[in-house]
């Protein structure tokens, strides 16, 4: 219970308008209603340990503070940024004794993701035999972060990234909490909301700014901007919004969605991202998704990592961007991967076999005896530079792995193998009849 200089002292905005009722907390209602997956869970007064994964100011630590209170569950918050070992043996043996006297335990542990395996692993016999509902509140794919056991015994919730609708109605929270409306023009209103970025404490913190600033006449755009200082976008370099961003580039290049894939360039490098892990992923893309569709794709994607390694940032951005926009209005094909891919998986299962004797060196008396480079046909010597002679071991059929698309200039990669193909059944079949060529 809060002391009355407690009660007294000024409380931020967003901790006045924290939700006291669960039907209060916005943009969750996939896992809250009365037939989600936690509603359930509430209306049967039991609920399973949890983790609970999503962005800042999603909820997280409100969605367990009020199970709690739902379920008559001692609330106990710990921080894995400031707790430790210790701190949880304390934790569990209150929560025995308290198990003791017919009473559990919900234990709330906010960024569990920084606890090491040790500490995750201490949770397990506790978690395991009830003494302690676990809610763990993550903004980490769990899956990379928390130990599979531990995952194992907790049902993973993911919470949504605040939408417009979710943010306006804290806005109008925040609006009949101070008995006033916001000082912003329609358009800034909806400006201040994508500044929070999904994030519901921050979107209040600004309202609450701009409250105290109490200017003359509402703000538009460009006086918000001035007036509260800009978010930085939510974006991890080295976890997983950083593979996420990159894979949703690569994928609009390989869809040929050229906006789409500048739109994520400039996401990344919004965030910080190192341009040059940027321009090696486009090198990947060029010989990857467009290959000899356009083979000039990776000497653009070259000539953009060299622009950007001689001019640097903010310069050298624009030759990402140009790279950017001609690999996505390239023609795509992946037949040279899956040629490759092919290829490898065949020679894993043919093994050691020998290439045929006729395209081998005979640079010795004895390799000659054996037969070395008997019978080899060379190409130049033919009337269309094409002997049609066979490649591969004699003990291995055949095959073909490279099959050009119908598309760039694989379509006239495709016309000349189909003309080699043609050249090669007439001449097999010359010398199985013994004709000469």
């Given at each position: 219970?809060?002391?009355?200089?407690?009660?007294?002292?000024?409380?931020?905005?967003?901790?006045?308008?924290?939700?006291?009722?669960?039907?209060?907390?916005v943009?969750?209602?996939?896992?809250?209603?009365?037939?989600?997956?936690?509603?359930?869970?509430?209306?049967?007064?039991r609920?399973?340990?949890?983790?609970?994964?999503?962005?800042?100011?999603?909820?997280?630590?409100?969605?367990?503070?009020?199970?709690?209170?739902?379920?008559?569950?001692?609330?106990?918050?710990?921080?894995?940024?400031?707790?430790?070992?210790a701190?949880?043996?304390?934790?569990?043996?209150?929560?025995?004794?308290?198990?003791?006297?017919g009473?559990?335990?919900?234990?709330?542990?906010?960024?569990?993701?920084?606890?090491?395996?040790?500490?995750?692993?201490?949770?397990?016999?506790?978690?395991?035999?009830?003494?302690?509902?676990?809610i763990?509140?993550?903004?980490?794919?769990?899956?990379?972060?928390?130990?599979?056991?531990?995952?194992?015994?907790?049902?993973?919730?993911?919470?949504?990234?605040?939408d417009?609708?979710?943010?306006?109605?804290?806005?109008?929270?925040?609006?009949?909490?101070?008995?006033?409306?916001?000082?912003?023009?329609?358009?800034?209103?909806?400006?201040?909301?994508?500044m929070?970025?999904?994030?519901?404490?921050?979107?209040?913190?600004?309202?609450?700014?701009?409250?105290?600033?109490?200017?003359?006449?509402?703000?538009?755009?460009?006086?918000?901007?001035?007036?509260?200082?800009?978010?930085?976008?939510?974006?991890?370099?080295?976890?997983?919004?950083?593979?996420?961003?990159?894979?949703?580039?690569?994928?609009?290049?390989?869809?040929?969605d050229?906006?789409?894939?500048?739109?994520?360039?400039?996401?990344?490098?919004?965030?910080?991202?190192?341009?040059?892990?940027?321009?090696?992923?486009?090198?990947?893309f060029?010989?990857?998704?467009i290959?000899?569709?356009?083979?000039?794709?990776?000497?653009?994607?070259?000539?953009a990592?060299?622009?950007?390694?001689?001019?640097?940032?903010?310069?050298?951005?624009?030759?990402?961007?140009?790279?950017?926009?001609?690999?996505?209005?390239?023609?795509?094909?992946?037949?040279?991967?899956?040629?490759?891919?092919?290829?490898?998986?065949?020679?894993?299962?043919?093994?050691?076999?020998?290439?045929?004797?006729?395209?081998?060196?005979?640079?010795?008396?004895?390799?000659?005896?054996?037969?070395?480079?008997?019978?080899?046909?060379?190409?130049?010597?033919?009337?269309?530079?094409?002997?049609?002679?066979?490649?591969?071991?004699?003990?291995?059929e055949?095959?073909?792995?490279?099959?050009?698309?119908?598309?760039?200039?694989?379509?006239?990669?495709?016309?000349?193998?189909?003309?080699?193909?043609?050249?090669?059944?007439?001449?097999?079949?010359r010398?199985?009849?013994?004709?000469?060529?």
């Open positions: 219970m809060a002391t009355l200089f407690e009660a007294q002292a000024p409380r931020p905005l967003a901790d006045r308008l924290r939700p006291q009722r669960l039907e209060e907390v943009g969750q209602d996939h896992l809250l209603k009365p037939d989600a997956p936690i509603g359930r869970m509430v209306a049967k007064g609920l399973a340990s949890m983790i609970l994964w999503g962005p800042p100011g999603c909820g997280k630590t409100t969605i367990a503070r009020l199970l709690a209170e739902h379920t008559n569950l001692e609330f106990q918050p710990l921080s894995a940024v400031f707790s430790g070992v701190d949880l043996r304390k934790v569990f043996d209150q929560a025995k004794k308290l198990r003791a006297a009473r559990g335990t919900l234990l709330f542990v906010d960024e569990i993701h920084r606890f090491n395996r040790a500490q995750q692993d201490s949770f397990l016999p506790y978690v395991e035999d009830g003494t302690v509902i676990l763990g509140a993550t903004t980490e794919n769990p899956s990379f972060e928390l130990n599979g056991a531990l995952l194992s015994r907790c049902q993973v919730f993911v919470l949504n990234r605040l417009e609708a979710a943010l306006e109605a804290l806005l109008q929270r925040a609006e009949a909490e101070m008995a006033k409306p916001l000082p912003l023009v329609p358009e800034a209103r909806q400006a201040i909301k994508a929070a970025d999904g994030d519901g404490r921050y979107v209040l913190n600004l309202a609450e700014e701009l409250f105290q600033l109490a200017p003359a006449a509402p703000l538009d755009t460009a006086a918000l901007v001035a007036a509260v200082q800009r978010r930085a976008p939510l974006y991890d370099k080295a976890q997983e919004g950083h593979y996420n961003l990159i894979s949703a580039l690569h994928k609009s290049l390989r869809g040929s050229t906006d789409a894939a500048l739109y994520w360039l400039a996401r990344m490098l919004a965030g910080g991202e190192d341009p040059l892990y940027v321009a090696r992923r486009m090198v990947r060029a010989v990857e998704d290959g000899l569709a356009d083979p000039d794709a990776l000497h653009q994607a070259l000539a990592w060299d622009t950007y390694e001689r001019l640097g940032s903010p310069e050298g951005e624009l030759a990402l961007a140009q790279c950017v926009i001609y690999l996505g209005t390239a023609p795509k094909s992946n037949a040279g991967y899956t040629a490759f891919g092919s290829a490898m998986r065949a020679a894993k299962e043919t093994g050691s076999l020998m290439p045929p004797k006729h395209i081998l060196n005979a640079p010795t008396r004895l390799m000659k005896q054996l037969g070395y480079g008997k019978g080899y046909a060379y190409d130049h010597d033919t009337a269309e530079g094409f002997s049609g002679q066979n490649y591969f071991p004699d003990e291995m055949r095959r073909r792995f490279y099959e050009p698309v119908e598309r760039g200039f694989e379509r006239e990669i495709r016309k000349r193998l189909e003309y080699w193909d043609r050249l090669r059944a007439e001449k097999q079949g010398d199985e009849r013994g004709e000469t060529t």
